[in-house]
């Protein structure tokens, strides 16, 4: 009799445990069910919206625009054949615009963003000429998330005068493409010196900082505003780092005039579709600058901060034309670095 009861409790015990087995089964291959089902309805929307290419500009490009895969049609955003997920990963940057300060580098960096394959970091992070000791890996950390094909860039200005900057970019990626919007360097350094005047009212007139010697009429060619001017002294440093091939030279000027077609060949040296096109500008009189057309979801057209376009000091015309012989040298031997002329008088 007592073999009989234990042979009963194991009988119990163990038909207890496959029905509690038979349950968990049930109820895991339930919820997964499930989860596959939810996910696929709520990614589907997704994928809808990616192919679309819904939206001109889909979304502001680089930081703060979401970190998401901006939608897009374009080729540079096709889904995966193994059905894997959209993913976006923070990389290195493959492009930097490297200078010059008050040249059109934010107008430049505004205009790329409308490209779908273009993720631009909005801020200036510097690294290379202010915080290089905090490593690469922090620097990835401040890059925009991007999809593969798509193009990661930053602008800082400074770059392009900074002496340990070339190297250390090169140390990054001798791959990388770099490019400079130069502009007439005596307007640059009216523009420049407009800009610190509108910090510190205070300081002595342009005339006074531009001379070492007004009577003699010495230029003091280290003052800032006029020293980022000497393209040709900061561009040999790159050349020793980087072919000539590899660094695309923007007119400020004809930024202004023509952005489209300043804009066009920038997106051929970055190997782009000619996406951003004349039908992206308008014009604004009263800045003087082209603006971008009203976006989509937008209810005004989208113009740079008021800090750009500002009215320039006045500066005497004589200095003024004693800094136009000052830079004549500077300027032809740019040119022919350059391979074109920029017609600075």
Known sequence: IADLRRLFHRLTIASSLSILCFSLVYLLTGCCESELTENSEIKSPVREFLASGSGWPHERNGTG?????????????????SGK?????????QALIIGVKKGGTRALLEFLRLHP?????????????????????WYRSMMPKALDGQIVMEKTPRYFVTVETPARVHAMSRDVKLIVVVRDPVTRAISDYTQIISKTPDIP???SLAFKNRTTGQIDSLWSPLWIGLYAQHMERWLAWFPRTQIHLVSGERLISDPAGELGKVQDFLGLQRIVTDKHFYFNKTK?????????????????GKTKGRTHASIDPDVMQKLREFYKPHNQRFYQMAGQNFGWQ
């Open 65 to 81: 625009a979401g970190e998401g895969a901006p939608g897009s049609g374009h080729p540079g955003l096709e889904g995966n054949s």
């Open 85 to 93: 997920e959209w993913t976006a990963t923070r990389r290195l940057p």
């Open 117 to 137: 394959d273009i993720r631009a970091l909005g801020s200036e992070p510097h690294f290379f000429d202010r915080h290089y000791a905090r490593g690469l890996d």
């Open 205 to 207: 007139s342009f005339e």
């Open 288 to 304: 003087g600058f082209p603006c971008l057309k009203k976006p989509e979801g937008s209810s005004k057209p989208h113009c740079l």
